[in-house]
């Protein structure tokens, strides 16, 4: 690896695990790639130690001079001009309530200015790495979901993080958008999956076991043909003002893409947009938040 400061130390952090390579600026090219659990409720030393760990890992013993900066995806709340976390009520990181992330990262990362550590909103590196690595590279308009216990969204114009303009929700969020008696996430979540398969089978299991039924259990395969039904009229809004050529589907519940998508689809005939299920997975977050630091 060239010792030049070609590359950058990015971050993917998550609610119980944290992912982190170098990433070269020019290429976008991924190496070292390192992941872990990170215990999220253990005191604020404790989860930056980790995390500078991870980073140290991932730099396989070479010096902290090879980097430009570190990048961290992060999920908000997060004041990711400042570098401080106001995660609070949420049953993780509790601890981190009022961290300065860019001076403390800053310290276990002496050889790293403290104006070089970088933040972004973990949806929206999850899209920039998308579009430049992965399933939307090339995409001129794109809308990125992540669907988890929740929705993180994100929408791009050239590469680029937009969160104002026709179809755009405010700030790019789609989580809280009025859909039915509620708002988005109450219907198009990983949790709401869990939900409608309680309802019909009196069973309680986690996504991925119920994804496992559907091949047998006509009620597993419903409630996705359900899902996927209310995520395309969740984004048909978007789609009709945004006109996005691509909406990418990330996240641990896309990782059950083809029981839904179908559906999905069908709620969106009649418009262009092409819908495809994340091709870099735990990577893209890690080389969206090298994406945004190089454009920053």
């Keep these: 690896m060239n010792a030049a400061r070609q590359w950058i130390l990015a971050y993917d952090v998550g609610g119980s695990h944290a992912t982190a390579g170098l990433v ?36 396989a013993g070479q010096s902290q001079s090879v980097v430009s900066g570190i990048a961290m995806s992060m999920p908000g709340p997060f004041d990711y001009q400042k570098g401080i976390c106001y ?12 961290v300065d992330f860019r001076a403390t990262m800053a310290e276990r990362f002496p050889a790293v200015p403290a104006a070089a550590v970088r933040f972004i909103n973990d949806a929206a590196a999850a899209l920039l790495g998308e579009i430049h690595a992965g399933a ?19 929408f791009a114009v050239d590469g680029r993080i937009v969160t104002t303009g026709a179809g755009v929700p405010t700030e790019g ?15 198009v979540s990983g949790r709401v999956i869990k939900k409608m398969y ?29 899902f996927g039904q209310m995520l395309g009229e969740v984004l048909l809004p978007m789609v009709n003002g945004f ?19 179908p559906a999905t689809r069908e709620a969106l ?8 299920p994340s091709s870099l997975h735990d990577s893209a977050g890690v080389i969206g938040a090298a994406v945004a630091w190089s454009q920053h």
């Design 87 to 98: 995660i609070r009520g949420l049953a993780k990181y509790e601890q981190l309530y009022g």
């Design 136 to 154: 939307a590279k090339g995409a001129h308009r794109v809308i990125g979901l992540t669907l988890g216990t929740g929705i993180g969204s994100a």
């Design 243 to 261: 006109l996005p050529d691509v909406i990418v589907l990330g996240g641990a519940v896309a990782r059950s893409s083809s029981l839904f998508l």
């Design 269 to 276: 005939k009649g418009t262009s947009v092409e819908l495809r």
């Design 198 to 226: 309680a309802q019909v089978s009196s069973r309680a299991c986690e996504v991925k076991e119920i994804a496992q039924r559907a091949a047998h259990d006509a009620g597993a395969k419903m409630v996705f043909a359900q």
């Design 173 to 187: 969020y789609v989580y809280n958008q009025p859909f039915r008696d509620g708002v988005a996430e109450d219907f």
């Design 24 to 59: 070269h600026q020019i290429t976008v090219e991924l190496q070292s790639v390192r992941s872990r659990r990170i215990d999220s409720a253990v005191a604020a030393d404790g989860i930056l130690d980790a995390l500078a760990q991870l980073g140290n890992d991932a730099l």
